[in-house]
């Protein structure tokens, strides 16, 4: 391509004023992603912005070589179509993985900034040795630890945390290893061997951050992790001296924080808890394994005529509903029993299912509408006057123990209050613990009713009830 000077100072204009556009969809669609109702628009406005952004960086005039640019994007469509397609289920960890991949390229970049800079003359300034380092070391951990991370919630490595004693004191050393030879580097980034090292350090460390934690707070982490390749990002755009790298990756970057707080508030768990508390091994109590007690079931005939009964109903979907994909069924039961005069709400916890809003997202693609979602303090505050709590597949957000028992693995996570209806009805195929591996009293107190079965199959069972089919 044959650019005069002219034309180079018009393109950095124009590819300026692309990025700049790409930087407001970018915060548009996390504003538009905060609300259910305006959700869809913000993934489709997210979505073009990085569209534009790729388009634009390939008007940059410093790329010479197009072809490898496009190989790249062929083989990362090849890797990513398959990914995007997974089960909503699979979701935590599909992110992970994309998270370890996007880790993998922030630190492959940084590592050929650095040996492009060892080579050039000037060589490189100490604050560009600092930024590169820090970029290396922090994509390299999030590398590993995100395919960890991955790994845990596929159920390909153990659930349960890896701990021995003295670990912390080992790992903050490994740290201590990368950042002391980011400092040696500052001062002489030529030493032999040591940039390498560092890497195989920050990758190592990666590794120990993430297995002594329990499979069941790889959520919590795989947002944390987020939240460091954001910091990845950002600092590469400093390197690369690319401001739309810095505007995202920052914006990545502190969204995947503040979603690690609330889910952390969610569950009431500190970040220290969660880094080093060892939660999520399947613990069923002593007590409960000894006591025979007795549980209230009930047919889907016997749930259709009390639900066809009840003037209020508040549905909590859990995890369960997201492995049946019950949704639909669901969205067919709130029809049926709108039309016979119930009210029908459904009460969201923050942390049921397997990662932020997957609730939502289920329930809005069965088409139910937002206006029927409550959000636990509003959905617990009407809940003494509720006729029928409906629990679908949820266990540990409905779990009565979080609030009385206090040694319990969830005590002080804010639960959705089913207890407090006038009667309760659980849909899950057996007595089972849920993700937490706790034992949930609520299944045997005198107003419950354990509705067992596959959550897809009851539902659909008791919707035929309710509209004659069932006869
Ligand atoms: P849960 O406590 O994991 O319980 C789900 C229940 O669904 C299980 O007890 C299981 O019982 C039942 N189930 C499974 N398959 C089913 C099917 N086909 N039909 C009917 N029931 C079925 O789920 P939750 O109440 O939604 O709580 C979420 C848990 O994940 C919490 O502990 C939360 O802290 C944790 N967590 C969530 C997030 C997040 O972002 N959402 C993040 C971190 C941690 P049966 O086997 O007896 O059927």
Known sequence: MNITVMDLSTVQLLTDFAYIIAIAFFVLSLKWLSTPATARRGVLVGEIGAALAVVTTFFNPELVQFQWVLIALFAGAIVGIPLGLVQMTAVPQRTALSHAFG???????????????????????????????????????????????????????????????????????????????????????????LFPAMVVISLLFGVMLVTPIGGADMPTVIALLNSYVGLTAALLGFVLNSKVLVVAGALDGSSGFILAVVMCKAMNRSFTNVLFGAFGQLQVTAKAAQEERTVHTATPEEAAAILASANTVLIVPGYGMAVAQAQHKVRELLDVLTKKGVDVKFGIHPVAGRMPGHMNVLLAEADVPYDKLVEMDAANSEMPQTDVALVIGANDVTNPAAKTDQGSPIYGMPIIEVDNARTVMVIKRSLNPGFAGIDNPLYYIDKTMMLFGDAKAFVSSVVKELTGGGE
Do not use: C, D, H
């Not at 670990?167 to 061997?193: D, E, H, W």
């Open 103 to 193: 880790a993998l390229a922030a630190a492959l970049i940084g590592i050929s900034e650095y040996y492009k800079g060892i080579s050039s003359t000037p060589p490189l300034t100490k604050f560009e040795m600092v930024e590169i380092a820090m970029e290396v070391i922090i994509g390299s951990l999030s590398f590993t630890g995100s395919l960890i991370a991955a790994g845990k919630l596929q159920e390909w490595l153990p659930q349960r945390p890896i701990v021995y004693k003295g670990q912390n004191y080992v790992s903050f050393s490994v740290l201590g290893a990368a950042v002391l030879s980011a400092l040696v580097l500052m001062f002489n980034p030529t030493v032999p061997f």
